[in-house]
């Protein structure tokens, strides 16, 4: 079997030699994280050092889901839905803020891997090693800390309650959470049995497995109720909404990142299954959306459209399009932030996302995909704030990706994050002063 990392660098190899094919503060807070993680990965049995994928066995898993019922708001700590609407709100406004005209900081963050990996300690995954050791050796934490709910496998709810705690008491210390969605294929698992069929990142059900791309017989058939489809993808969303309703109810707000690099053809939910016509992606982008927000009232997301870097390329290309290709419109989405793996840090698109007029981020950055310095770890990381300060003025977060063994993506695997994570320009998250935490 293929390991996590082997895969994933797979992926973006193909994705990199396409590209050259076409053209290349301490607080009090920090105790109670520790104890709260702590007490968690000390419920999960011992993860392996050499292999990165977690066992399956780890955490208990439920039986067959269906589709719930709406849901009721059932706030914790006295929040009411105004509350969450108002933090949202602030949150929104200060990101928008930031991304308004000439330079005025910008927010660091860490992605933590996939669901409970974030409670790993092993290698470098997990909290411990991606968030805490950043902040021993610079003495900040990340303004935004980030997860993965699904790719690697599909999460239980019970799997996805544990990842919540960690993203929950970051977030009670003032810092911001953003969450990818990387969803396996539901024509290959429909969810129907967990516990016997949880999925593999380099299974059948896997997000870019070649065999399961003959399966998908249209976007467009997940929304429709009389394809069988439906009834899987249906599953498949109301358990991500319960993960998230369950942060709603502890009043943190997140930054939602559903399907990411559409414009490309290596996901099954990519231009690949729909080469003619963006359509397909841009209704199920919006049906998530209004599931989401109307059906089960989940008023604390803030939707990010995430593509892919164009390298260039135009819509006529078989492998990669236009980062507007596939944009859902302006009354869905609230944040656009693509991806970025530039030794140089080159954002090629930056001013097709400045056209676009919507508040702008980088949701996942990295050195070059199999460079020297990904391969070394020798990434200089304190010429994000250089670039983005003189060159990308309206860039107003940006999230470093995890690491694998031999490419080396995040912060703490690369060099100068002291420096970057200290620079003036740069906002962490001792430097929010969020309304509800006064």
Same mark, same amino acid.
């Given at each position: 079997?293929?390991?996590?990392?082997?895969? &994933?660098?797979? #992926?973006?190899?193909?994705?990199?030699?396409?590209?050259?094919?076409?053209?290349?503060? #301490?607080?009090?807070?920090?105790?109670?994280?520790?104890?709260?993680?702590?007490?968690?990965?000390?419920?999960?049995?011992?993860?392996?050092?050499?292999? /990165?994928?977690?066992?399956?066995?780890?955490? =208990?898993?439920?039986?067959?889901?269906?589709?719930?019922?709406?849901?009721?708001?059932?706030?914790?700590?006295? %929040?009411?839905?105004?509350?969450?609407? @108002?933090?949202?709100?602030?949150?929104?406004?200060?990101?928008?803020?930031?991304?308004?005209?000439?330079? *005025?900081?910008?927010?660091?963050?860490?992605?933590?891997?996939?669901?409970?990996?974030?409670?790993?300690?092993?290698?470098?995954?997990?909290?411990?090693?991606?968030?805490?050791?950043?902040?021993?050796?610079?003495?900040?934490?990340?303004?935004?800390?980030?997860?993965?709910?699904?790719?690697?496998? %599909?999460?239980?709810?019970?799997?996805?309650?544990?990842?919540?705690? @960690?993203?929950?008491?970051? *977030?009670?210390?003032?810092?911001?959470?953003?969450?990818?969605?990387? /969803?396996?294929? /539901?024509?290959?698992?429909?969810?129907?049995?967990?516990?016997?069929?949880?999925?593999?990142?380099?299974?059948?059900?896997?997000?870019?497995?070649?065999?399961?791309?003959?399966? +998908?017989?249209?976007?467009? &058939?997940?929304?429709?109720?009389?394809?069988?489809?439906?009834?899987?993808?249906?599953?498949?969303?109301?358990?991500? *909404?319960?993960?998230?309703?369950?942060?709603?109810?502890?009043?943190?707000?997140?930054?939602?990142?559903?399907?990411?690099?559409?414009?490309?053809?290596?996901?099954?939910?990519?231009?690949?299954?729909?080469?003619?016509?963006?359509?397909?992606?841009?209704? +199920?982008?919006?049906?998530?959306?209004?599931?989401?927000?109307?059906?089960?009232?989940?008023?604390?997301?803030?939707?990010?459209?995430?593509?892919?870097?164009?390298?260039?390329?135009?819509?006529?290309?078989?492998?990669?399009?236009?980062?507007?290709? @596939?944009? =859902?419109?302006?009354?869905?989405?609230?944040?656009?932030?693509?991806?970025?793996?530039?030794?140089?840090?080159?954002?090629?698109?930056?001013?097709?996302?400045?056209?676009?007029?919507?508040?702008?981020?980088? @949701?996942?950055?990295?050195?070059?995909?199999?460079?020297?310095?990904? #391969?070394?770890?020798?990434?200089?990381?304190?010429?994000?704030?250089?670039?983005? #300060?003189?060159?990308?003025?309206? %860039?107003?977060?940006?999230?470093?990706?995890?690491?694998? =063994?031999?490419?080396?993506?995040?912060?703490?695997?690369?060099?100068?994050?002291?420096?970057?994570?200290?620079?003036?320009?740069?906002?962490?998250?001792?430097?929010?002063?969020?309304?509800?935490?006064?």
């Amino acid at each position: 079997m293929v390991g996590l990392a082997e895969f &994933d660098m797979e #992926k973006r190899s193909i994705r990199s030699n396409r590209k050259e094919n076409a053209m290349v503060k #301490k607080n009090g807070y920090a105790a109670v994280l520790v104890m709260v993680l702590g007490l968690l990965i000390s419920g999960c049995t011992a993860e392996k050092t050499v292999e /990165p994928t977690p066992d399956p066995t780890e955490t =208990p898993r439920t039986p067959t889901m269906e589709p719930t019922e709406e849901p009721q708001f059932t706030p914790t700590d006295g %929040i009411t839905a105004a509350d969450v609407d @108002a933090r949202r709100t602030e949150i929104l406004d200060y990101i928008t803020s930031l991304s308004n005209g000439p330079f *005025a900081g910008v927010i660091s963050g860490q992605n933590c891997y996939h669901g409970t990996e974030i409670l790993s300690s092993s290698w470098v995954r997990g909290y411990a090693n991606m968030i805490e050791k950043l902040h021993t050796e610079t003495g900040q934490w990340v303004g935004i800390i980030g997860v993965d709910y699904e790719y690697l496998k %599909i999460f239980t709810p019970e799997e996805l309650a544990q990842t919540n705690k @960690a993203l929950i008491e970051y *977030a009670k210390a003032g810092g911001l959470v953003t969450i990818t969605l990387t /969803p396996q294929n /539901p024509w290959v698992n429909d969810e129907s049995d967990l516990v016997n069929n949880p999925g593999t990142f380099d299974g059948p059900a896997g997000t870019q497995n070649e065999a399961g791309f003959v399966h +998908v017989t249209g976007l467009d &058939d997940l929304i429709d109720p009389a394809k069988p489809v439906n009834a899987a993808w249906l599953r498949k969303l109301d358990r991500v *909404a319960a993960a998230l309703t369950e942060l709603r109810d502890a009043g943190v707000v997140v930054l939602f990142r559903p399907m990411q690099e559409m414009n490309g053809n290596w996901f099954w939910w990519g231009m690949r299954s729909h080469p003619n016509d963006p359509a397909p992606y841009v209704h +199920v982008y919006r049906h998530m959306h209004d599931y989401f927000t109307e059906t089960k009232q989940l008023n604390n997301l803030i939707w990010v459209y995430s593509p892919n870097e164009s390298f260039g390329e135009k819509n006529t290309s078989t492998w990669n399009r236009t980062v507007d290709w @596939a944009y =859902p419109g302006d009354a869905y989405v609230d944040i656009i932030a693509g991806t970025n793996y530039e030794d140089n840090l080159i954002l090629g698109d930056y001013a097709t996302y400045v056209s676009m007029k919507k508040p702008l981020g980088v @949701a996942e950055l990295g050195p070059k995909i199999g460079g020297p310095a990904a #391969k070394a770890g020798t990434w200089d990381t304190s010429q994000i704030i250089a670039k983005i #300060k003189t060159a990308y003025p309206r %860039i107003s977060y940006w999230v470093s990706w995890h690491s694998y =063994p031999g490419e080396s993506w995040s912060l703490i695997s690369n060099k100068n994050y002291d420096a970057l994570l200290n620079d003036p320009g740069v906002i962490n998250r001792d430097d929010f002063h969020w309304s509800w935490l006064e």
